[in-house]
């Protein structure tokens, strides 16, 4: 069975950092581009960010460009979102989730609340 | 970037009626566009891919159609536990971008 299981979320003030991670099991995890989507209480879904399985290639969306960081470590079927210079609009569930050979999202972990507040 | 436009944001059904909820795109996404089911406090879930395709273990009654910058996803006779939050996305661009969302509710 595919599990996708977040860690990592917390109440950080702004301008903090935290770091999420998200353990995979039950398919090959370096084969599959993972993706990291957040959805602020209340809210729809944003996309966050996606990196390809092998050559990890990256894209993310305009909104946490340059501020939060994807990187994945295929021995250990970890995926991380590393989140820097937080604002209090960063404060959401934050979902990992598996793209299939194309990249909608076929597999959502439960999520992790982030809190960004002072 | 794609904005995904999705109506009604709330539509309010009977038990055992039918519900069609639509999707606009504001430029072709072709046939990459996705639908998930949320229920309150629980993540996503993959309905469908490719405008039309069910998911693994995705009841017939839900359906998907559509190409280009119309879609739409017809749940015919509802049943208790359809009742949720449907969103659209697309991946034919970067950035992925997701509709707002339409809340399915019990009439």
């Known amino acids: 069975e595919v599990q996708l299981l977040e860690s990592g979320g917390g109440l950080v003030q702004p301008g903090g950092s935290l770091r999420l991670s998200c353990a995979a099991s039950?398919?090959?995890?370096?084969?599959?581009?993972m993706h990291w989507v957040r959805q602020a209480p209340g809210k729809g879904l944003e996309w966050v960010s996606i990196?390809?399985?092998?050559?990890?290639?990256?894209v993310y969306a305009d909104s946490v460009k340059g501020r939060f960081t994807i990187s994945r470590d295929n021995s250990k079927n970890m995926l991380y979102l590393e989140l820097n210079s937080l604002r209090v609009e960063d404060t959401a569930v934050y979902y990992c989730?598996?793209?299939?050979?194309?990249?909608?999202?076929?597999?959502w972990g439960k999520g992790t609340t982030v809190t960004v507040s002072s | 970037e794609i904005v995904m436009t999705q109506s009604p944001a709330t539509l309010s059904v009977s038990p055992g009626e039918s519900a069609t909820l639509s999707c606009r795109a504001s430029?072709?996404?072709?046939?990459?566009l996705a639908w998930y089911q949320q229920k309150p406090g629980q993540a996503p879930r993959l309905l469908i891919s490719g405008a039309s395709t069910r998911a693994t273990g995705i009841p017939a009654r839900f359906s998907g159609s559509g190409s280009g910058t119309e879609f739409t996803l017809t749940i015919s006779s509802l049943q208790s536990e359809d009742f949720a939050v449907y969103y659209c996305q697309q991946y034919n661009n970067w950035p992925l971008t997701f509709g707002g969302g339409t809340k399915v509710e019990i009439k």
């Open positions: 990196m390809s399985g092998i050559r990890g290639s990256t």
């Open positions: 039950g398919f090959p995890f370096s084969n599959y581009a």
């Open positions: 430029q072709s996404v072709n046939s990459n």
């Open positions: 989730a598996k793209a299939n050979h194309q990249p909608y999202l076929d597999v």
